[in-house]
């Protein structure tokens, strides 16, 4: 995503997106903190405390009427199907495996945007990407093995089937995002999103929602207001700084989750979880360097293009 050179601040890009980050992860913590809690509503609660929000938001910044045009309603349809997935599978895995698994686990999503991508918009996969997609794999594989041992707990295993199927949500979401924006403002992609999340969410009123009690209100309430506030910083880091210089710091929610783990569920890490988190988290660190390599090359070609055009 390029950034205008008027903006282009990159540590102020860096402090917002490793706050975004932080947000997400305690925003992650509170649903699992409330447990009791079905997956659906909880993105019920996620997504319809989010849109004020990015009103509020919008209005501040003069761009509520961009966010509220659209001409592609069912690209954002598309999107919001698999992105309610995504988030929905997610918050139902947090019930199966420890927090810092499922966050390694959903690091999968940029090795199978780069899969998906070669299928449904022709990219190119060379070497490098090709590379870091299998060393990625191998460190899925090697935080499932204990669970795919005759020793393995079934829970678990459907856990981690659960946690993948999200990640590979989130990439076909990713993927519709992209097909977005040639045509769409960022503003209606964010708000269109959390509009028809919160009513996707609905229809799992029937299979069994329960009224919250307690503090279960305040895990959902400020789960809902602490992810809206990640999104705006997470929005915000990108008028500041490029995608490719931002994405490697979204690994550091893998530390928020280990320390939350430890410390609030008392989940300790084992050997094989940190192993394929390294491998994993490297190959997601290659993909993004090398994407953005390839963006710095395609840049300069098109000025040269556009130089011989003069």
């Known amino acids: 995503m390029p950034v205008p050179s008027a903006e282009f601040r990159p540590v102020r890009g860096i402090v917002m997106m490793l706050i975004a980050i932080t947000l997400f992860t305690v925003m992650t913590s509170l649903i699992k903190a409330a447990d009791r809690i079905p997956a659906g ?46 988030m929905g599978l997610g918050f ?9 698994e499922v966050t390694a686990l959903r690091f999968a999503t940029p090795m199978l945007i780069v899969i998906f991508a070669a299928f449904m918009l022709g990219e190119k996969v060379r070497l490098i990407r090709i590379s870091a997609v299998l060393v990625g794999l191998v460190g899925v594989a090697v935080i499932l093995s204990p669970r795919i041992s005759v020793e393995g707990n079934t829970r678990e295993l459907i856990g981690a089937a659960i946690v993948l199927t999200s990640a590979a949500c989130a990439a076909f979401a990713q993927i519709f995002i992209k097909r977005l924006t040639g045509t769409e403002h960022p503003a ?10 919160s009513l996707l969410s609905l229809l799992t009123l029937p299979f069994g929602w329960v009224w919250p009690v307690g503090w279960e209100w305040v895990f959902l309430l400020g789960a809902g207001v602490i ?23 979204t690994y550091v929610s893998m530390l928020w989750a280990v320390l939350i783990g430890w410390t609030v569920f008392g989940e300790v890490p084992t050997l094989h979880m940190l192993a ?9 660190v290659a993909i993004f360097l ?8 395609q840049a ?11």
């Open 188 to 197: 209606a992609i964010v708000f269109y999103f959390s509009l028809t999340a």
């Open 227 to 249: 992810g809206a506030v990640g999104q705006l910083c997470l929005t915000t880091s990108y008028r500041f700084a490029e995608a490719g210089v931002l994405a490697p710091f």
């Open 290 to 297: 090398r994407e953005r390599q390839l963006g710095l090359r």
């Open 92 to 100: 139902a895995g947090l019930k199966y495996l420890p927090l810092p």
């Open 300 to 310: 300069a070609e098109a000025k040269v293009r556009a130089k011989g055009m003069q």
């Open 276 to 284: 394929g988190s390294v491998l994993i988290i490297g190959a997601g």
């Open 41 to 86: 509503q909880a993105v019920f609660f996620r997504s319809v405390v989010t849109i004020p929000m990015l009103l509020i938001w919008f209005g501040l910044r003069g761009e509520v009427a961009q966010a509220l045009r659209t001409s592609d309603w069912t690209g954002h349809a598309r999107r919001a199907v698999v992105g309610t997935l995504a």
